[in-house]
């Protein structure tokens, strides 16, 4: 093009962004060339930023495309755009002629631009976390991953296609999928009453009041389901607080729904239209069916329905007559929702309508707040919704993550403060990004435009209760009340408090003296919004007054909160202090996951190399982690302790060395990486034995014993653990938990019991549960465990059921993800052997998955093993193979539990013809695991299979033989319940 042409539409092209981007709230932060940036969300908040941003790029594209270029003596291709969108935080400052009229710094520009250069001709692209569930406004390619230059995480996005047809929020967001109706049986009842009211001739005005997300009109769809049974007339519309809704928006719908009218009709055939249905109506409306065509804004010019300026007195007139004739026929419910965004048009037609003589008319609007003139609903009978109660939010997260572990469900809870929209998102976030459902700490990708609902709730606040609300914010989730008035100078019945909480953001804590935020989320999102300078002043703030003039007595109760607002403002000293002493607390009440976090907290905030006590001290520290971490493992800890090991390395430290070694191979142990584990465990032997520290070196025979065992390397477990036990007997101090006596003595009866060993097992676990009893330790979780597997060896199901529920008590309440799953294991197999229920069956699925999940491997085999024996009974052919070869290949990670029970599986599928290799081989293979193992109820149950395989195939040569060795195992080993299955097949073999 010539430079005057390309300069003339560029002008062109720069008045259309002038034009369309405010006209949807944006802003234009920078034009360059035919390049825009423009921002939505600021001076102004909206909850619908996101769908405001991708609207305006929709018109821009649609303009571009229109553009003539017919420049003789040729023609050009028609012009394309290709545009980028994302929501985030950003941090403004003042433009210039170089940054445009703001300057907008962060991650989020960088991810908007670099989507803007991945998008293809005439491409839209907009990340999920803008828009989130709004994504069914539109067509959309769809949802992919892209990883972008410069961009750590890869970003989920959408290609936006054009505009879907869906008219409100819960269309768009229930395209997704609604869960099962839950709670609300009270407020259905009231509107199911208000309906039979009206039908008896009372006319009803219900407003149902709650603040956004709260389930309002997923009660009225299920109301109006009802009501459209009751032969009612059911009239519905919405307003919106977009720029382009129109006056009179909701009863236009209505009317034009109600009418037959839509838009793209000539003004000709929208008059003939209307005035058929007035006559079905009632033939008197007819004389109103001039202000009916002005009220729908019909352009006599052009033959189009539009809108333009409407007499407002005849419409409200013109409407009242239209309710009057309906309400004739049969009752009417009139529903419209987000009154709260009504014009004040639609408020004066509502109160007309009212004041009608209309006796059986219902209307039922639907609001997010009440008072300051920003709903006119006076005279409603108000319909309040509560957050869900912990049973109903935790109903419908396991609908939304079925499998989900307990520790995931309460979190999910607890940030969602109840409010159903907030549990939706965090689930179907969780669901997309983390197959690790444990670690839910701050919302992340996915929510945006929820920050963005809930951001524009807080921008409307008035400007001492934005600083009130942020303040308390970067207090924490629970705020101790003296705290805030000691800062603010707002006390629990200060009345800007009573207006956060009708704002649904803070009220009364549960413990006496405490408030806390409604929603974990808002919290969040709200403590991003303060500035990181004003921030981390509040900390310090926070801290000093915290340690200064903190209530007597409650000194520990602080610790936590001291180190997290003395880390927060980088005060690394104070910050590791509190967190070490917080961590010591958290430890001594057996809450392994706060222990694991101070800890790790005051290894982060410590610098090892500054001073040769500042390492001594890391080196405590990381011992007094790993210790946290035994009953409930994690990867992650095992950075800290490999450090360990390099420091004390360079400060060629013998003991701190060993002891490193030492946690290093007890972590591994625990994790099931038993290769692993025996290395360093028998490194750190040498190294204790050097150094000459006995009571080291007798800790880590005794986990060595311990790895042997899991490692069914019997002969010298038992040595090891018979070693310990015995020293650990002698040196037994009085009023010390014997922790470490009582898991020797369990491991030991594990070996026993695999070995057939039962009466002397159930011995060694009666005297390690007499050690600890009722201690809440999770000691015991963890031998409650051991004894529920040795009853289930030994066939007796019910004891092990109830030594795995107690079990799976204890470990919830110390928070190991576990032993508890290993309990929930251990129960559903339990179960399963005498209801044959699937839920059982579905526990040790979950269980299962949750620990792998995590990396956690530690005797998952006899959880594979378990489920391929059960899938296989349950003739699941396929998912029984699954599981016998996730159990094989934990076998060759010396994890061989569970080896000889998946064979047997597979052998009972190949009888069945399932498989390709003989039933046979598959007992043979079964066989030689029981016998490494010198596992006799292995054997035992081995040479049962192999009858009840041949009988099953008509082959009846040695199943006599098979049968008499078996009963002569299991009477020996006093398997009841195996005796007698052996004894029916006899039976049914003759």
Same mark, same amino acid.
């Given at each position: 093009m010539e430079a005057e042409d390309f300069s003339d539409l560029l002008s062109h092209l720069r008045r259309a962004y002038e034009d369309i981007i405010p006209r949807h709230g944006g802003t234009i932060v920078q034009i360059r060339g035919d390049g825009l940036l423009a921002s939505f969300g600021y001076p102004e908040t909206h909850e619908d930023d996101g769908r405001r941003a991708t609207e305006a790029a929709l018109d821009l594209h649609d303009f571009v495309r229109r553009i003539p270029l017919d420049l003789s003596p040729r023609t050009l291709p028609p012009l394309?755009?290709?545009?980028?969108?994302?929501?985030?935080? $950003?941090? +403004?400052?003042?433009?210039?002629?170089?940054?445009?009229?703001?300057d907008l710094l962060g991650n989020t520009v960088n991810v908007a631009a670099r989507l803007s250069d991945v998008a293809q001709s005439d491409e839209i692209l907009v990340s999920e976390e803008t &828009?989130?569930?709004?994504?069914? #406004?539109?067509?959309?390619?769809?949802?992919?991953?892209?990883? +972008?230059?410069?961009?750590?995480?890869?970003?989920?996005?959408?290609?936006?296609?054009?505009?879907?047809? $869906?008219? !409100?929020? #819960?269309?768009?967001?229930?395209?997704?999928?609604?869960?099962?109706?839950?709670g609300r049986q009270t407020e259905l009842q009231a509107l199911k009453g208000s309906l039979y009211d009206i039908i008896k001739g009372q006319p009803q005005y219900v407003a149902i009041v709650a603040p956004a997300g709260m389930g309002k009109t997923r009660l009225v769809e299920e109301f109006l389901r009802d009501s459209a049974n009751s032969d009612?007339?059911? &009239?519905?519309? %919405?307003?919106?607080?977009?720029?382009?809704?129109?006056?009179?928006?909701?009863f236009l719908q209505i009317l034009r729904l109600l009418l037959g009218l839509d838009y793209g009709m000539t003004a000709a055939r929208a008059a003939k239209v209307l005035e058929r249905t007035l006559a079905e109506i009632n033939p008197d409306l007819l004389k109103y069916r001039f202000e009916f065509l002005r009220t729908l804004s019909l352009d006599p010019v052009n033959g189009q329905l539009e809108s333009r300026n409407i007499s407002l007195e005849n419409t409200i007139a013109a409407i009242c007559k239209l309710f009057d004739a309906l309400v004739i026929s049969k009752p009417v419910v009139l529903f419209i929702d987000d009154w709260q965004w009504a014009d004040v048009a639609s408020r004066q037609?509502?109160?007309? =309508?009212?004041?009608?003589?209309?006796? !059986?008319?219902?209307?039922?609007?639907?609001?997010?707040? +009440?008072?300051?003139?920003?709903?006119?609903?006076?005279?409603?009978?108000?319909? !309040?919704?509560?957050?869900?109660?912990?049973?109903?939010?935790?109903?419908?997260?396991?609908?939304?993550?079925?499998?989900?572990?307990? #520790?995931?469900?309460?979190?999910?809870?607890?940030?969602?403060?109840?409010?159903?929209?907030?549990?939706?998102?965090?689930?179907?976030?969780?669901?997309?990004?983390?197959?690790?459902?444990?670690r839910i700490g701050r919302i992340h990708g996915g929510e945006a435009w929820l920050e963005k609902l809930i951001e524009s709730r807080v921008e409307r606040l008035k400007p001492e209760q934005i600083d009130l609300v942020r303040t308390a914010a970067v207090i924490g989730n629970v705020i101790p009340t003296w705290l805030l008035e000691r800062l603010t100078g707002c006390g629990e019945s200060h009345p800007l408090i009573a207006t956060l909480a009708a704002q649904d953001l803070i009220f009364p804590g549960e413990q006496s003296g405490t408030l806390r935020f409604k929603h974990g989320i808002a919290r969040d999102v709200i403590y991003d919004s303060v500035g990181l300078r004003q921030r981390n002043a509040l900390h310090k703030c926070i801290a000093d007054t915290l340690r200064e003039h903190g209530p007597a007595g409650a000194?520990?109760? @602080?610790?936590?909160?001291?180190?997290?607002?003395?880390?927060?403002?980088? /005060? $690394?000293?104070?910050?590791?202090? %509190?967190?070490? @002493?917080?961590?010591?607390?958290?430890?001594?009440?057996?809450?392994?996951?706060?222990?694991? =976090?101070?800890?790790?907290?005051?290894?982060?905030? &410590?610098?090892?190399?500054?001073?040769?006590?500042?390492?001594?001290r890391w080196i405590s520290i990381a011992q007094r982690l790993a210790l946290a971490c035994v009953f409930d493992p994690s990867r992650d800890q095992l950075e800290f302790l490999q450090r360990a090991v390099v420091l004390a390395t360079a400060h060629h430290d013998q003991r701190a060395l060993a002891r490193a070694e030492y946690w290093v191979g007890y972590i591994n142990y625990a994790l099931g990486e038993l290769a692993y584990a025996t290395r360093h465990l028998e490194t750190a032997l040498a190294q204790a034995t050097a150094v000459g520290d006995e009571p080291l070196a007798v800790?880590?025979?005794?986990? +060595?014993?311990?790895?042997?065992?899991?490692?069914?390397?019997?002969?010298k477990s038992l040595v090891l653990l018979d070693e310990a036990i015995s020293i650990k007997r002698q040196f037994r101090k009085r009023g010390r938990l014997p922790v470490a006596l009582a898991y020797s003595l369990a491991c030991k009866a594990t070996v026993l019991g695999d070995r057939g060993l039962f009466e002397q097992a159930h011995a060694c676990l009666d005297e390690a549960l007499a050690a600890v009893h009722d201690s809440g330790h999770e000691v015991e979780a963890s031998i409650l465990c051991w004894k529920? @597997?040795?009853?289930?060896?030994?066939?007796?199901?019910?004891?092990?059921?109830?030594?795995?529920?107690?079990?799976?008590? =204890?470990?919830?309440?110390?928070?190991?993800? %576990?032993? %508890?799953?290993?309990?929930?294991?251990?129960?559903?197999?339990?179960?399963?052997? !005498?209801?044959?229920?699937? /839920?059982?069956?579905?526990?040790?699925?979950?269980?299962?998955?949750?620990?792998?999940?995590?990396?956690?491997?530690? #005797?998952?085999?006899?959880?594979?093993?378990?489920?391929?024996?059960?899938?296989?009974?349950s003739e699941r052919w396929q998912q029984a193979r699954h599981h016998a070869a996730r159990a094989l290949l934990r076998s060759r990670r010396h994890d061989r539990l569970g080896e000889a029970m998946a064979y047997r599986a597979m052998a009972r599928a190949s009888a069945a013809g399932h498989n390709r290799k003989s039933p046979e081989v598959y007992l043979a293979l079964a066989m030689k695991n029981a016998l490494a193992r010198g596992a006799r109820h292995e054997i035992a149950v081995t040479q049962l299979c192999d009858a009840q395989i041949r009988l099953a195939c008509g082959e009846r040569a040695h199943v006599a033989e098979l049968l008499d060795q078996a009963e002569s195992l299991f009477e020996a080993m006093g398997m009841t319940w195996h005796i007698e299955a052996t004894r029916d097949l006899r039976r049914r073999s003759r």
């Open positions: 394309h755009l290709h545009t980028g969108v994302h929501s985030g935080l $950003v941090l +403004l400052a003042d433009g210039d002629d170089l940054h445009g009229r703001l &828009l989130g569930a709004e994504s069914h #406004f539109y067509e959309t390619t769809p949802r992919r991953s892209l990883s +972008l230059q410069g961009i750590i995480q890869p970003i989920a996005v959408y290609g936006i296609l054009g505009r879907a047809a $869906v008219g !409100t929020r #819960f269309e768009a967001r229930s395209m997704r999928g609604l869960t099962s109706f839950i009612c007339r059911i &009239l519905r519309g %919405y307003c919106e607080s977009y720029l382009s809704a129109e006056p009179l928006q909701p037609v509502l109160e007309a =309508i009212r004041r009608g003589d209309n006796r !059986t008319l219902f209307v039922l609007v639907a609001s997010r707040e +009440l008072g300051d003139g920003n709903v006119a609903i006076g005279g409603a009978n108000i319909l !309040t919704l509560a957050p869900f109660s912990a049973d109903e939010a935790e109903e419908i997260i396991r609908q939304l993550l079925p499998g989900s572990n307990p #520790f995931t469900v309460t979190r999910i809870r607890e940030l969602s403060g109840g409010n159903p929209l907030f549990i939706e998102e965090l689930c179907h976030s969780v669901a997309h990004d983390s197959p690790d459902h444990n000194q520990e109760e @602080a610790w936590e909160l001291l180190a997290y607002h003395y880390g927060a403002c980088g /005060k $690394v000293v104070e910050a590791a202090q %509190y967190a070490e @002493a917080a961590g010591d607390k958290a430890a001594g009440a057996s809450a392994l996951d706060r222990a694991q =976090i101070q800890y790790g907290a005051a290894l982060s905030a &410590l610098d090892p190399d500054s001073s040769q006590e500042n390492y001594e800790q880590i025979r005794a986990v +060595l014993g311990q790895a042997c065992a899991a490692a069914a390397e019997y002969d529920s @597997a040795v009853s289930l060896w030994q066939g007796r199901w019910e004891d092990a059921r109830a030594a795995a529920i107690k079990g799976q008590h =204890i470990a919830e309440r110390v928070r190991s993800l %576990y032993l %508890y799953a290993m309990n929930l294991s251990l129960g559903g197999y339990a179960s399963w052997m !005498t209801q044959r229920s699937q /839920k059982s069956l579905q526990a040790i699925v979950d269980a299962t998955s949750w620990l792998e999940n995590r990396n956690r491997g530690l #005797f998952v085999s006899l959880n594979h093993g378990w489920l391929a024996d059960s899938l296989v009974e």
